[in-house]
């Protein structure tokens, strides 16, 4: 028995005879049968993604008739789905080219907003002093238990027909109309984003190191220098972790979109009609299997290139507490 | 082709002008944040030399610009966001909830009578219970046995993507892969969902798995837990690597065997991360609504809370009885939250 402890990583992997105990141990817990295991969960994971996937190429007829797996035995592949549900002539077709770029308009100002918004206040909730500040971050901190469908009814009214008092307007309706809609929606994602974002973001900025700070104070610098020049670098990977998080959010979402969005083709995004043909051509399989794999695709791209910020975003609000 | 770009343009217009507002609040309140201390800074010097030119002496309030002030331009946006759009909101729902369908008459606790009394109801609250007791339960067991199999595994990354990808699916999107797996043909026919296809393989008759309660149930949550436990996997996996070495050395001189190891060691030393995965699996569940609207918007006894408050409050304009389903989502979450506040303060004193 070796009592030296060489490095931790590879020991189990390397060699078949593990020098350390702690080797061994791993060892022991990653039998064969524990791999097999493991494989198989992985495949049955994949499996519906993936039949989704090779069907949206198959030919209409193929697909209402025969399972996907006969694929293998027939291949046949056809872009004609694609064509149909993205620029499709009928209404039922799918149209969906126009709801894509419904999703992109959603997204992007819905991501750019409350990141913002959420690193000034996670900054000034650390290291600016001043009265209440405790009280501020833990209003915030508590608000993440209210959950959204809490607020949609009077949010939706407070758009529709504005806020009055006592027979004073303080508000008057904002009545948007059709792509005018998404301002709503901004509004509304922006808003339900802001306490987890605070929070993350919070956890992030009080880490920095109090020394920097405070001699970057003596040096003179300001508080909107020091969240500029020193702040903002110094978290970019813990703003890109969240970025992502909100953007998948926002993409895949479906409630928020369809309150304040509206159902038509100038503001609704992909999930909403995606929802929509589920529901009522739910035996349209050709259109439905091109149409979700549209859907999640772009979330599929950002998610597998930028997995590690988007693991660091997750882990920084459950493993650190 | 039924796509113009024409059409598409006054979207991209709105999504410059959000853009631009973009720009113009964010960049202005940056702005305002750096001029307004220098314009008090400036003030104050000039004072200081008027004083001193004149030889008297000036009591000058405060030499940094107020803290206080600065501290409120940063916060001003989110404060007033989460005002508008969380507080007064929840508030009025909270209201609504005692008021009838226009919101205009008081009604007492009639909103809540009926949610109990109610046959569907009740059914959809205790659906509720099952999604809420099941999915956190088996999805966290799924990702910790998994997180367990593959650490340090030569396929481990890749492996967990597999499992983690769901995470990056809408609920939507999700809702169709998993309709598509239960899809049904009659038993003459060829059957295309994957589940059909298995059972008749072992010499069963195809079933219509989405219309039989409590069955389709089930079948729902199977796809929550599908789509959660690569996060629990991927949360656990990173406690599991944090646990000290020299822990599951200790323990593996005092002779203990994986089974052991696993309960005694592992279990206890990622207790805290455990209970955050099991708390954030629950409150995704509880507000879970897109799963069940795609896949049988409700109907055979599917319902739950959150789906259904849509459909009172949005679809059968029962803002009352809607808002009163709110807040039972509401009031079941405070618990769940409580409890995890109370065991991070125990950890934190520990």
Redesign the interface.
Known sequence: MTTTTPPLAGTATTSDQPKTTVGRVRKRLNTRAATIVSIVIAVVWTIPTFGLFVSSFRPEDQIKTTGWWTFFTDPQVTLDNYQDVLFGQSASSGQLASYFINSLVITIPSVLFPLAFATLAAYALAWINFRGRDWVYIGIFALQIVPLQMALVPLLRFFSTGVTVGGVTLMPAWQLEDEQRFIQVWFAHTCFALPLAIFLLHNFISQLPTELMEAARVDGATHPKIFRTIVLPLITPAIAAFGIFQFLWVWNDLLVALIFAGGGNETAPLTVRLAELAGTRGNDWQRLTSGAFISILVPLIVFLSLQRYFVRGLLAGSVKG | ???EFA??A??????LY??V??VVV?GG??FL??AV??WFARRRDARLIAASASGGTVTIGRLK?R??V???F??L???L??L???????V???V?SFMDSDGTNWVGLANYDWMFSQDEIVKVLTNTLLWVILVPLIATS?GLI?A????????ESI?K?????????????A???????Y?YRSEE??????LN?IVVFFGGEPRQWLLNAPLNTLLLIVVMV?IQ???AM??LS??IK?IP?DI??A???DGV??WQ??WRVTLPSIR??LI??VV?ISIAT??V??IV???T?GNYETGVV?NE??NQ??RAGE?GQ??A???I??VL??PI?IYQIRN?RK?REV
């Not at chain 2, 006054?10 to 999504?15: F, S």
């Not at chain 2, 993507?161 to 809408?170: D, N």
């Open positions: 082709m039924n796509f059409d598409e006054p979207k991209l217009m709105i999504l959000g853009l507002a973009f964010v309140l940056l944040l750096d201390p220098t610009p803290e206080g600065l501290g409120l940063f916060l946006p989110t404060v966001l989460l508008i759009g969380l507080v007064v909101p929840a009025r729902t909270l609504l799924i998994y367990v199999m593959v650490d340090k595994a030569r396929f492996a993507s597999l499992i983690f990808m769901p995470m990056a699916i809408s609920f939507v999107g809702g169709i892969i998993w309709k598509f797996v899809a026919q060829d059957q295309i969902g994957l296809q599908w436990a690569g996060f991927v949360v990173a406690a944090a070495a599951v050395e323990a593996r001189l065997n994986a190891m696993f805290p991360a955050v995965v954030t509880l507000k609504f897109d609207r795609t896949m918007n959150a408050m849509y409050a949005f803002t809607g808002s389903l709110a807040v989502l509401f979450v405070v939250v991070l950890q």
